[in-house]
């Protein structure tokens, strides 16, 4: 039964990566002139008659479309991603210099997220009521009503321009080098910006159903057998961390197409950033790469909730595993 | 009825906004693309009363103008995002059996991209005006409708009114119209609602990158695209203005919503 | 005119397959009045869905003689009326529904059958949770006999009705049977309701038909001990 399980979830991130192989290869197709001119951008020109023949017989440019993304893919899958064509170098190893400035966005932002909303939606959850229970669900609304890049306009003209306290953009001081505390200040808005406007809705989403959890029957048991409040506590929270798991699996997609937003306001190198001004200089073959890129990343995502999920609910480990 | 004051509330606001730029002409005390380079970046006040901009454009007047751009294009892709959804949920939940599992994984892995992969990916073959834009943004939109048209039409299929439907030979089509879409309008519209405010997001975001709707069109993302550099210069109006009335649209969208949404549970 | 040989039925799978129901034998005759009695499980439903091919059956035979289409000649009335109109059609829109292919005026068919189970055109523009629960059952009713079938299908139809209405609506089966010949299968746990309509009676226990008996000085008699503990 696992092996199902696993089988069926693997379909879908291979049905994703499909997606966007498509997705790239329409990109490709539809881009003014042929795919040699795609790979090779601005430098097609100084190529020679010898090379444009490798480059038709490697993309079978003179076969049927569907040929022709099969030859593609064979070519993606083996890593040639093709070259940039504003920067002259292959577009896996600009990709390569950008991911993990990308991941490590996203990474912090959805660390402080994930905490914080379950602090404030346990918080909010078990103390009906409270000021924090009423608030909660306006706050939510607000904050994700708030574009995101306006909001960060808003922290650089406060924290950058009036007070002082924070760097603007990019990723480090000019001159500084790889200095850490340096590359934290930098982090602090853009991850700001971003737990900010999604942190609500989280925390709202959590307290939804650590409510709903408080409303059962083994709950209400539970505190007439006089268990202590403490481990009331963890029961819920366990519980209610599945729905809200599932609900992070179904939008954690969206953290990696925000990014391209808070990314470019304040010029942080990752992958959102790359595609954004891939989409401006028409580069197409970077635009592809960062596409196929951030599916994977989100596949692997997807996978690491699946597992915590699956080691959180004893129904779907009992129903997958028979145990 | 005090949720029914704050809902009345919301959607006079909301109102509010949709008339003033529907009406945007009568407002305007500007031509809206009428330029003063003696008067470039005035602070709000004497006859520009939200100031001009870095072409000494009146900041309110494009204001009005941007927002009939911007909410155009948030209600045609949204439009087009339910007739794509509620074609696609129909047929999966009606025909049901190996097509339906079929067409909900491809569902499935299509929620899972992000819907900005899908626009940035359009945005570089096609970059258009402004009717390009609501397509894209509609094309790439319909999913979460075709997920719950389809919820909807599987619950509601077996109701025993669907069964006489069928017993007595009422066509597919207003089997389809009739039956299932007419009982599942609220859903729909809530769903739609919250469409609404992420299309005015997209816009606005796409447009504030460079990416979106073409610069020499008013649009509220495109009014914030200059909106960093001025800011760096001191004119906080030509930021402050579009943003707070972005936010104050999408957020009477939301509680409109939200409200919907509680009040049928 | 209604005849069922055989008739099995499984739901599941492999082991855990069950039967619902097993060797149905049921025939009903032009204008008949025939009841089909048994504890609620007991697989009534499930046969009156097969009658009209809502499912499939796994063993048997059920024929049907009739002229035309066969929605037109046999017809049934779900238990809940509630159910099964929808809620946002006027009691109008609803009732136009079987008469699509109707010829002529319609809109005065209506408002002229509509008497027939005592609502006037003032109910035409309702909807149906503006109506009483009474009165949505004939509605309901209404809608199934518009086409004039030839058979009729109840499945507890009055069940969830107060007595009062209960009658109302038995006494008007009985004048649709006897005005316009329309046999009626009558679907019901309720004895005394079928003792009083029906001229015959089928019972039924765990998917199985255990006896049926003609009405004879105005009571049935029974041989089977279910049957006989049933009708007490």
Redesign the interface.
Same mark, same amino acid.
């Given at each position: 039964m696992t092996v199902k399980w696993i089988g069926k979830r693997m379909m879908l991130g291979i049905l994703v990566l499909f997606i966007l192989s498509f997705l790239s290869f329409f990109i490709m197709h539809a881009s003014p002139g042929s795919s040699a001119t795609a790979y090779y951008g601005g430098n097609a020109q100084m190529l020679s008659a010898a090379e444009k023949e490798r480059i038709s017989r490697t993309f079978a440019l003179d076969r049927p479309l569907v040929v022709q993304y099969g030859a593609w893919l064979m070519e993606t899958v083996q890593g040639n991603l093709g070259m940039s064509a504003k920067e002259g170098r292959p577009v896996s190893a600009i990709l390569a210099e950008r991911v993990t400035n990308t991941l490590l966005l996203v990474g912090v932002s959805l660390f402080f997220i994930v905490t914080g909303s379950i602090l404030l939606g346990m918080e909010a959850g078990m103390k009906p009521n409270s000021l924090l229970d009423r608030g909660l669900s306006s706050f939510s609304i607000a904050s994700s009503s708030i574009p995101a890049f306006w909001l960060g306009i808003l922290f650089i003209y406060l924290f950058s321009l009036k007070l002082g306290l924070l760097p603007s953009s990019g990723m480090q001081s000019i001159g500084g080098n790889d200095d850490f505390f340096d590359k934290v200040r930098h982090l602090i808005m853009p991850a700001a910006v971003i737990v900010l406007t999604h942190v609500g809705v989280y925390a709202r989403f959590l307290q939804d159903s650590v409510k709903m959890e408080m409303r059962s029957y083994y709950v209400k048991t539970a505190r007439a057998n006089g268990v202590e409040e403490r481990e009331i506590r963890s029961g819920v929270l366990r519980n209610a961390l599945i729905p809200y798991l599932n609900y992070l699996g179904m939008t954690i997609p969206s953290f990696f197409g925000g990014s391209v937003i808070v990314e470019t306001l304040f010029s942080w190198a990752g992958l959102g950033q790359l595609m954004a001004k891939s989409v401006m200089v028409k580069d197409y073959p970077l635009l592809m790469g960062g596409i196929m890129l951030t599916g994977i990343i989100v596949v692997v995502s997807l996978f690491v909730i699946d597992v915590l999920m699956f080691i959180l609910d004893p129904k779907l480990r009992k129903r997958e595993l028979g145990v | 009825m005090k949720s029914n004051k704050i809902f009345i509330f919301w959607c006079a606001l909301f109102g509010l906004i949709v008339l003033i730029t529907v009406f945007a002409n009568l407002f305007s005390t500007y031509p809206v693309n009428e330029m003063n380079m003696d008067k470039v970046y005035m602070a709000p006040g004497d006859g520009h009363i939200l100031g001009t901009d870095h072409l000494g454009r009146d900041v309110f007047t494009r204001l009005l103008h941007g927002g009939k751009v911007t909410l155009t294009v948030a209600f045609g892709s949204v439009l087009l995002s339910l007739v794509i959804g509620v074609m696609y949920g129909s047929v999966s939940g009606y025909v049901g059996g190996w097509v339906d599992s079929a067409m909900m994984r491809l569902l499935e892995a299509l929620i899972s991209i992000p819907s900005l992969i899908f626009v940035l990916a359009f945005q570089a073959v096609m970059q258009g005006g402004m009717w390009g834009m609501t397509f894209i943004i509609g094309v790439t939109g319909w999913f979460t409708t075709a997920r719950i048209v389809r919820s909807e039409f599987i619950r509601l299929k077996e109701?025993?009114?669907v069964?006489?439907?069928r017993?007595?030979?009422?066509p597919i089509w207003r089997i389809i119209t009739?039956?299932l879409l007419?009982?599942s309008?609220t859903p729909l519209f809530v769903v739609t609602i919250f469409n609404l405010a992420g299309a005015v997001f997209i816009e606005v975001s796409l447009s504030f990158l460079g990416i979106g709707i073409p610069p020499s069109i008013p649009s509220w993302g495109n009014m914030l695209y200059n909106a960093q550099n001025d800011l760096l210069i001191g004119a906080w109006w030509i930021g402050l203005f579009p943003g707070l009335l972005i936010f104050f649209t999408v957020l009477s969208i939301n509680f409109i919503g939200e409200m919907l949404k509680d009040s049928r549970l | 005119m209604l005849k069922i040989e055989h008739v099995a039925k499984r739901y599941g799978r492999g082991r855990q397959r069950k039967g619902v129901l097993e060797d149905i034998n049921l025939s009903i005759g032009k204008g008949d009045l025939v009841g089909l009695v048994g504890e609620s499980g007991s697989g009534k439903s499930t046969l009156a869905r097969l009658i009209?091919r @809502?499912e499939t059956m796994d063993e048997g035979e059920i024929s049907f003689s009739r002229s035309g289409?066969f929605?037109d000649s046999c017809?049934?009335v779900?238990q809940?009326a509630t159910?099964? @109109?929808?809620?946002?059609?006027t009691v109008r829109a609803?009732l136009l529904?079987?008469l %699509? @292919?109707m010829k002529g005026d319609r809109e005065g068919y209506i408002k002229e059958m509509l008497s027939l189970v005592s609502l006037s055109d003032v109910h035409l523009d309702r909807l149906p949770s503006e109506l009483s629960g009474g009165e949505r059952q004939r509605v309901n009713l209404l %809608?199934?006999i518009l086409?004039k079938p030839e058979l009729l299908i109840c499945d507890e139809i009055v069940s969830s009705l107060d007595r009062l209405i209960q009658k109302e609506i038995v006494e008007l089966l009985k004048r649709l049977n006897e005005e316009m010949g329309m046999a009626i299968l009558f679907i019901s746990h309720d004895l005394k309701v079928v003792n009083y309509l029906c001229d015959r009676v089928y019972v039924m226990k765990d998917g199985r038909i255990v006896e049926d008996s003609v009405k004879q000085d105005g009571t049935f008699v029974f041989s089977h001990p279910y049957a006989q503990r049933l009708f007490e």
């Open positions: - | 109701a025993d009114y069964k006489m439907a017993m007595f030979g009422t009739g039956h007419r009982n309008v | 009209m @809502l289409n929605y017809q049934i779900f809940n159910a099964a @109109l929808n809620p946002t059609w609803s529904e079987p %699509r @292919l %809608r199934s086409v």
